[in-house]
């Protein structure tokens, strides 16, 4: 299974997917105060991983 992980902070946001606890995709990402708009252009890519769980910490 699939799992996504997302750290929102201030001003970069970093994700992560692990299957069956092995990382196999990481990024980190600017967000410039708006994180929202960050994650609604990645949305259609997280999609298609087809992730079973997520997790989110944020500031």
Do not use: C
């Amino acid at each position: 299974m699939k799992n996504l992980w997302l750290d929102i902070g201030n001003t970069r946001l970093k994700y992560w997917v692990t299957e069956n606890e092995r990382v196999i995709e990481h990024e980190a990402e600017l967000h410039l105060q708006s994180p929202a708009d960050l994650l609604l252009g990645l949305i259609q890519h997280f999609k298609s991983l087809n992730v079973h769980k997520v997790g989110v910490s944020s500031v």
